[in-house]
């Protein structure tokens, strides 16, 4: 059996994988920090369960779970969290998590929880029907064939007449990112999934890997309108995920297997000359919506993770963007507006401290002062008698 943990964490991703192989030990263990490490591991080792924190740098829990169900669909998936807001439950149950575990986590309960899953993926093993694995090994044969027709290569004497009755006329469509030197597995691994669901919503086809920064789409469709809505539905779920830009080329309809070749060379040329569509970032636009919810709760428990989910962005690109947009720290800046409300209210002299502290805030008076002394090189006491 293979796990794989993702978290992090150092702390938890050790942990868990202690425990497991102290209770497990013909298991299989790996590990990864963020949603990147974690697409590179499951392309390489096939992973029967995955353990996945929520808040992970660049891509959270929950976003690379979406996107990978279609390429493992029979990954079992369990959901870690720190926080126990039910919204995250709700959506770690609706896209298929089979648990949601809180940290820390108890090793009983994941004992337990790793038995029942293991044994329910020996029972659909014994019960997978032998065609369906053959028909599966036929697919994956049949997109290498293309990629090697697709790029030039020789394919010896294979009979694609199968293939072409069943795809007389189609459409290729040709990804690629603009990441100089950069690292883009995870930006590929999103492409892959998110296209090829796609694929199978508007047509028939499928998509291959064709280099380290470009896809090969290969669709057949009803009518053109059909391949307009997959082709501006691509566009809107890469300006979402993806943190380098992209372009996206299209052939016309083709009815010739042996044309691809040539398109695809075209494509390459195309691709080298052309522009990058530019990525369109809600970030703006989420904190303003951030700021206004700061304005209006500011004495309520304002956690960094807590805001980033209320405006749906990852807690780490948030501290980024907010970073940027007002030029202060997430947490300095939400001091600095605690205390400005701190000054006004004590301008009021029938307030207690204890009042305003809860007011703002801060429940411990004690720690409300630090902070204002901190501020101001002065106590609450000492600026409301110097007024």
Known sequence: MNILVADDENVIREGVQRTLLANFPDFRVELAADASGAADVMDRVAIDIVLTDILMPGMDGLEFMQISRRKYPNAKWVVISAHSEFSYAQKAIQLGARDYLLKPIGKPRLTELIETLSAEIIHEREATNEEALLRNGLKYLREAVFQR?????????????????????????HVALDAGTKNVHLEHFIIENVFGELIDTYGDGFVVSFDRQSLLGFISVGDEA??????SELRTHLKHYLKVPFQVLQSGLLEEIKAVPQVVAQFRQQ???????????????????????????????????????????????????????TGHGYKDYVISLRLEQAKKLLGDSKLK???????????????????????????????????
């Open 226 to 231: 059909e391949l307009g809505k997959l082709l």
């Open 271 to 325: 691709s080298a000359s052309g522009k990058f569509e530019a990525l369109e970032s809600g970030g703006d636009k989420a904190i303003d919506i951030a700021l206004q919810y700061i304005q209006a709760h500011y004495n309520e428990e304002l956690s960094l993770e807590k805001v980033a989910a209320i405006v749906f962005l990852n807690p780490v690109y948030f501290s980024q963007l907010f970073k940027q947009k």
């Open 149 to 173: 027709l697709a790029s030039g290569l020789d394919i010896g004497n294979l009979d694609l007449r199968s293939f072409t009755s069943r795809h007389p006329s189609y459409y290729l469509i």
């Open 353 to 387: 401290l204890s009042d305003i502290a809860e007011r703002i805030g801060y429940q411990d008076v004690r720690h409300f002062t630090q902070v204002f002394r901190k501020k101001y090189e002065m106590t609450p006491t000492e600026y409301r008698n110097g007024k």
